[in-house]
């Protein structure tokens, strides 16, 4: 079997091992692969099976690739792949689920802290001098927030959400959620509520729905005139869930207090996206997924995958 990695540095810049994988055949892993599709045949064109993470694999480009037999996701998201066209040709794609909820819903509170203490901020701030140069004892430069008695909102309430409300609500706050697939799991952590009810309640709103038709644009100009004035809006879930023009108008007049953000609509970001020039707005590079741990399972999850393509039974096929 010769397999063909698409795109592998995200997930393992030298710090993990492609082992599991070449175990099953001849591997060939590629860091990095232009998006440009006659270069992507080029690479796989002879490959039983294609690994990818963010690679698109077109319908021609599996039209023009007769040997491939299996693509396996190095992530959640398959939407890079055509997967009606795999469906087709009766190639299974398989995705990683599940291997990052704890690290996801960490980076969440992380970008929460981050907005209520600017903890780099005024770390910088000592190495610079400026506290012992200091007439008094401490000093700030931002407003700081406790967060115990307010009010988070959960946008999207599966596995990431409910780790994400697990830890908001150890930190003493109120947490309600909105979701319309309702569980008891959910129940013993949150109160469900209805969108405008959410909306108009939380302090604090956090994405964590998937990226569907009903949910692109969910915060829009419209559902931020609905919240409450100096609202924080976390969301490292999917950029597309956020109309981002309206929350850096939101953010510019304060109706918006600040907003931390993992994802953006198009990545890597643009230099006209306008969340760049918003007051108050926190952007990272898309690494709540990224610990070593949580990359180590996404690993493992993937070679079992193959494993069980191979074996004849493949799992966490997409649909």
């Given amino acids: 079997m010769k397999i063909v990695v698409l795109d592998g540095y995200c997930e393992n810049p030298g710090d993990l091992s492609w082992e599991g994988l070449e175990k099953f055949g001849a591997l060939t892993v590629y860091d990095r692969t232009p998006f440009e599709q006659e270069e992507i045949i080029r690479r796989i064109s002879d490959a ?31 939407n890079v792949v055509d997967v009606s066209a795999a469906r087709e040709r009766g190639i299974p794609v398989s995705n990683v689920p599940s291997y990052g909820t704890d690290v996801v819903a960490q980076f969440a509170i992380a ?47 599966g596995r990431i959400g409910q780790a994400v409300g697990k830890i908001a609500a150890a930190m003493g706050m109120k947490i309600i959620a909105y ?32 990226l569907l038709p009903s949910t692109q644009g969910i915060i829009n100009k ?28 939101a953010l510019n007049s304060n109706k918006v207090y600040a907003a ?15 969340l760049l020039g918003a007051k108050n707005c926190f952007i990272t590079p898309h690494i709540s997924w990224a610990a070593k741990e949580s990359r180590s399972r996404l690993m493992n999850i993937a070679v079992d995958n193959l494993r069980a393509f191979i074996n004849g039974e493949p799992v966490n096929v997409v649909d």
């Fill in 260 to 274: 931390g953000v993992d994802v953006v609509s198009a990545e890597p970001i643009k230099k006209g996206n306008p």
């Fill in 48 to 78: 039983d099976a294609v690994i990818t993470n963010k690679t698109p694999i077109s319908a021609h480009t599996l039209f023009s690739c007769p040997n491939v037999k299996y693509i396996g996701m190095l992530s959640t998201g398959f």
């Fill in 111 to 157: 970008l929460l802290l981050e907005i209520c203490h600017h903890i780099g901020h005024h770390s910088d701030a000592v190495a610079e001098g400026r506290w012992e140069n200091n007439p008094d004892y401490c000093f700030w430069d931002y407003l700081l927030i406790e967060l115990a008695g307010k009010t988070m909102g959960i946008i999207g309430f």
């Fill in 222 to 249: 419209d559902t931020i005139g609905r919240m409450k004035n100096g609202v924080i809006i976390i969301n490292n879930s999917r950029g597309q869930l956020i109309v981002e023009q309206d929350l850096a108008e």
């Fill in 179 to 210: 979701d319309k697939q309702i569980n008891d799991a959910g129940n013993a952590i949150a109160r469900y509520v209805t969108m405008d009810e959410l909306l108009s309640q939380s302090d604090v709103i956090s994405l964590h729905c998937p």
